[in-house]
């Protein structure tokens, strides 16, 4: 089983959809959890951390599961400058990956 | 200016020949990381170095090696180019005392082509 599990998709909505994002993880010695988004052909940037109560920065809402190790990126009323790469991260220390462990990634695209 | 920068970024070379790509930063980190990105395969660590006299092997460190000559300098070799290593490197940074925040600063790439 991978570390980080992710649905590569791609997710295609149109704009002004809400759209779900799921994660997985494995290692339950894990101790955060992140969003992290990917333009085409850019480096990723981190979007949003994930707490255990739930998080929300405007549109985006993050949560976490830690019974189930799932994590999920819940984007409101999609924009067209939303499409992008979105990666769930996952920090283990001690870990033998630097810590940081990244999914693969889901691709959105938002149509108009 | 970036704060974390890469050069090249863009290279197209052949087959055996040897390669250095290089990372600065004006962070201030103790923590650099080199990952490669391939369709379908995400990003995967190659090196990392927690501060300059300490370096670690990542999930994929066969072909290459690393050396950080400074705390702002981490550079990644490519010894004898093969075609398989045609990726998008991203060098990256954090502050140790960030560790939880769990971010990190990426450059803007290097795409590399070995025909």
């Known amino acids: 089983r991978k570390e980080v599990e992710q649905d590569p998709g791609p997710f295609?909505?149109?704009?002004?959809?809400t759209v779900a994002f799921n994660c997985t993880y494995s290692n339950s010695a894990s101790q955060s959890f992140f969003w992290y988004r990917q333009d085409c052909r850019k480096e990723p940037k981190l979007l949003m951390s994930v707490y255990s109560s739930g998080n929300e920065d405007g549109r985006f809402t993050a949560q976490l599961n830690r019974a189930s190790?799932?994590?999920?990126l819940l984007i409101r009323d999609s924009k067209l400058s939303d499409s992008a790469t979105y990666l769930c991260v996952v920090n283990v220390i001690g870990g033998s990956q630097g810590n940081l462990i990244f999914g693969k990634g889901?691709?959105?695209s938002v149509k108009p | 200016d970036a704060d974390v920068t890469q050069t090249p970024r863009n290279r197209i070379t052949k087959t055996g020949k040897r390669i250095m790509l290089e990372c600065s930063q004006t962070k201030g980190h103790d923590r650099m990381y080199w990952y490669r990105q391939d369709p379908?395969?995400?990003l995967r660590l190659i090196y990392y170095s927690f501060d300059v006299k300490d370096i670690n092997k990542g999930e994929i460190s066969d072909g290459y090696s690393v050396s950080r000559q400074a705390q702002a300098k981490f550079s990644l070799s490519l010894e004898s180019a093969i075609p398989n290593q045609?990726?998008?490197?991203?060098c990256a940074t954090s502050d140790m005392g960030q560790v939880n925040?769990?971010?990190l600063f990426f450059g803007e790439g290097s795409r590399l082509t070995v025909l």
């Open chain 1, 12 to 17: 295609n909505v149109p704009e002004g959809a």
């Open chain 1, 69 to 72: 190790q799932y994590i999920s």
């Open chain 1, 106 to 108: 889901t691709k959105l």
């Open chain 2, 40 to 42: 379908g395969l995400g």
């Open chain 2, 86 to 90: 045609t990726a998008l490197y991203f």
């Open chain 2, 101 to 103: 925040t769990g971010e």
